[in-house]
């Protein structure tokens, strides 16, 4: 990325990982410890710090002050803010939905003339 | 990116760049061609197709197959995954709002006492 990131784009961003998605599941079920969440990933602490890191950037978590533990704490507010954007599309999914629900009661229809 | 990238996280990438959104929802509002959707983004025909063949690649639209004017299309269903995985986050953010709610609420009685 050649320019700064808007908020809603570093939420994309930091996203669209696997493995940062499975840290935000974790971490919404509880705040915990570096090493708490490294455990099940089969990760290295340094590599789960290097997401948390992104995940904080784009805002997606905080961490705790404590010089040690520093747990991560899930924050949903940039959540909020995709889901709003998306928002505006819901209707183009439902039509979808609406047009395939109606060529399927058309078929049904032919079937018990 | 050294795996090739599951659907949701194509996605989420995908959305991750203002221009790309930009041309979202330029299509919500019908397909169009290359040449219509540079015009309001003061883009070349070719910085407009590459930033289509990221979301062509992600399944967030598709081309029209007419040789000359190829139209994108806005395609939904990527759209409705990336909503469905915000779902089960939307209790943070709603008991977050709870919260300042029940704050607000109390401060008021204290200004009514």
């Known amino acids: 990325m050649t320019q700064p990131a808007d908020r809603l784009s570093a939420a994309f961003a930091a996203l669209a990982d696997p493995t940062r998605r499975a840290i935000l599941a974790r971490l919404s079920l509880g705040q915990t410890s570096v090493s708490e969440l490294a455990r ?5 602490g340094p590599a789960v710090s290097k997401h948390l890191k992104v995940l904080e950037k784009a805002g ?4 705790g002050r404590e010089a040690q533990w520093r747990p991560a704490k899930l924050e949903a507010a940039p959540l ?4 709003d954007w998306l928002e505006d599309y819901r209707r183009h999914w439902e039509q979808s939905f609406d047009r395939l629900d109606g060529y399927l009661a058309e078929l049904q229809n ?3 003339v």
């Open 80 to 83: 909020k803010a995709v889901t």
């Open 60 to 63: 997606l978590i905080s961490r």
């Open 40 to 44: 099940p990933f089969a990760m290295s």
């Open 110 to 112: 032919k079937k018990e």
